[in-house]
């Protein structure tokens, strides 16, 4: 049986009170939204706080609202809620099939936006009790200095694995954090950093309050593809957003976000292939970019050479979705 | 210096809906609902599988919606309406999916059946909220993609819910739409 070691619960009804309790108690502070994460890391042992900020009676941080130009979107705005809203699956389709895809039914009731955002990263090693963690003796997040997934790694690669994180940089997502020194915005492509430790560049101090993501133009389509061993619960091997922005006939430019590989996501710009033609070449041609820069590593179950082969499947799939192509080639089809 | 390092921090007083009745207990802030249920208030039904969010045997509703026990600081629920495998029937007599998971056999160890009937129940209440309502084993599936069996292979449990869906969906349709007169 797994308990949680004691913290302080605090359960402010203001965004001012959340700020203060958040800059008096830093860094021995966590936000906890929905718990889905945060509660089994504690309880492993892999998180250890003192003081525990809820956010669950913050209004500011609750629900979706549409302008001319934006959708804003509440960072405690809950999992199912995203994924069911109907402006969502309007205007940003592969944001609310990401959401749609999280973990399980309870969970995706109980987890909200921000949480998935701010999702640790994980790894075969560390996502274990700290009684199983003691028998080699902690790794590079785990109080020890050795690393147990990639043999003679010098830094911490447990990897982002936060479903709703590349179609939000896919469609431009921008955070907004505040503090007691005031508001923060900053692209959701810039808040990763390369350190599995610790890879959200979002301050102790900092509460993440929502995310305003532009509506995208009539030309621009995003494609979100996630393979995992069963369709519910598990988190992803593959996680990846494809954009393209077309002027109907032709590529004028676009990205590639590949998740769970490392605790930064890689961004892969497509201008360079500005004029190619929406075709099977272009699906075969960023699959093959994707394959040459983005590297799976032996840090999350399943071989890495393999999970890279099965990367380049799902952007070709991502692909011929966004352009009308059959999802499969056809010489599969049976 | 962490909070662990010190005195643990004392009970705090939580309101909340258990089952219909009004209950208010004073609980660790540590606590999860699941050790509230089961070791605060003795409410066995809810059962401890795997503590992280894996398996689904600790569902119970909250303000409606499967939720994990097991993840929920009970802290965090006051002032909501709470319903465990406990509340589920009426007046002594068993839900409708309790009746149809017995009769079908869609429980063998019956680890998970608490959890499953929590999932279930829900999707058996949105369904009749629904516009056009089908009953689908998909989405019955889908429904249940948080509770792990590992028995009976899932395929009797899908019977008793798609039977009790279709029961229900049969009942509103009767209702709505009350039979022509006899000549």
């Known amino acids: ?334 | 210096m962490t909070v662990a390092d010190s005195t643990p921090p004392a009970p705090v007083l939580v309101n909340l809906q258990l089952n219909g009745e009004p209950t208010s207990v004073a609980v660790p802030p540590h606590w999860t609902l699941l050790e509230l249920l089961r070791y605060g208030l003795g409410l066995t039904g809810t059962k401890q599988g795997c503590d992280k969010g894996d398996c689904g045997t600790c569902t119970v509703r909250i303000d409606g919606e499967p939720q994990l026990a097991c993840l929920t600081l009970a802290v965090e629920v006051r002032d909501r309406h709470v319903e465990t495998v406990e509340g589920l029937g009426v007046g002594g007599e068993p839900h409708p999916l309790q009746e149809a998971f017995a009769r079908v056999g869609a429980a063998q160890c019956g680890f998970c059946t608490p959890g499953m009937l929590m999932s279930a129940s829900a999707y058996v209440d949105a369904l009749s909220l629904q516009d056009d309502p089908v009953v689908r084993r998909e989405d019955i599936a889908a429904a249940l993609g948080g509770n792990l069996c590992r028995c009976t292979g899932y395929t009797k449990i899908l019977q008793a819910v798609e039977e009790v869906a279709q029961l229900v969906l049969d009942r509103q349709r009767d209702l709505a739409e009350p039979a022509a007169e006899q000549p």
């Open chain 1, 1 to 334: 049986m797994l308990r949680l070691p004691p913290f302080v619960l605090h359960q402010p009804a203001t965004l001012a009170e959340a700020i203060a309790l958040l800059a008096q108690h830093a860094p021995d502070v966590r936000v906890i939204s929905g718990g889905t994460d945060l509660v089994p890391n504690l309880k492993l042992g892999q998180t250890k706080v003192g003081h525990l900020v809820s956010a669950r009676f913050l209004e500011e941080l609750h629900g979706i609202t549409r302008t001319a130009t934006h959708l804003r979107i509440g960072a405690a705005t809950g999992l199912h809620a995203l994924a069911q809203d109907e402006d969502v699956r309007e205007v940003l389709p592969a944001l609310a099939y990401a959401a749609s895809r999280i973990a399980s039914p309870q969970i995706r009731n109980m987890g909200t936006l921000g949480g998935n955002i701010s999702l640790d990263t994980r790894c075969r090693y560390i996502n274990q009790t700290e009684l199983w963690r003691e028998a080699l003796g902690g790794c590079l997040k785990s109080h020890g200095t050795e690393c147990h997934v990639v043999p003679g790694g010098q830094g911490c690669v447990a990897a982002l694995s936060a479903d709703t994180v590349p179609p939000l940089i896919a469609y431009g997502a921008i955070a907004e954090m505040v503090s007691d020194t005031g508001v923060r915005r900053a692209p959701v492509a810039d808040l990763f950093q390369q350190d599995g430790t610790w890879h959200v560049r979002i301050a102790r101090e900092e509460l993440l309050v929502a995310v305003e993501i532009p509506i995208p133009a009539p030309g621009t389509r995003v494609a979100y593809r996630k393979w995992s061993v069963r369709q519910s619960i598990d988190f992803p091997l593959v996680s990846l957003a494809v954009r393209l922005d077309t002027d109907g006939a032709a590529l004028v430019g676009g990205s590639i976000v590949v998740s769970a590989l490392g605790p930064r996501p890689r961004v892969l710009t497509l201008e360079r292939l500005a004029g190619r033609p929406l075709d099977e070449a272009l699906a075969q041609a960023l699959g093959q970019m994707a394959y040459d820069r983005a590297r799976p590593l032996p840090n999350i179950p399943y071989d890495a050479e393999y999970r890279r082969e099965r990367m380049v499947i799902e952007i070709r799939r991502a692909v011929r979705v966004l352009i009308g192509l059959p999802e499969k080639p056809l010489m599969l089809q049976t």
